[in-house]
């Protein structure tokens, strides 16, 4: 039951990441490209990955079905990477 707190904990950190990257994108917020990015893609990546853990693993059959959430984390994660684009990128 408790595992759930950490779902919502990252729900609710994408939506302050998506606040820093949009400060970001109009030039109010005076950090790298890199952080405005993480701040949303980090977030992204632990929610998927907790949803896996505590739902979709007990669920899923084959090992296809059962990476996928992992795989789009792993995705996700590597947007951070892509500079300004990355919020544009994860949300693909």
Known sequence: GYGHYFVFGSAAAIGAGMEVAVEHTVGKAHISAFAASAAVTL????????????????????????????????????????????VLLAGV
Do not use: E
């Not at 949803?51 to 079905?65: D, E, Y």
């Not at 996700?76 to 300004?84: D, M, P």
């Open 43 to 86: 977030p992204t990546a632990f929610y998927l990955l907790m949803v896996w853990l505590l739902h979709s693993r007990h669920h899923k059959r084959g090992p296809a079905q059962q990476m996928v959430l992992p795989l789009a984390a792993l995705l996700v994660l590597a947007c951070t990477f892509a500079g300004r684009w990355a």
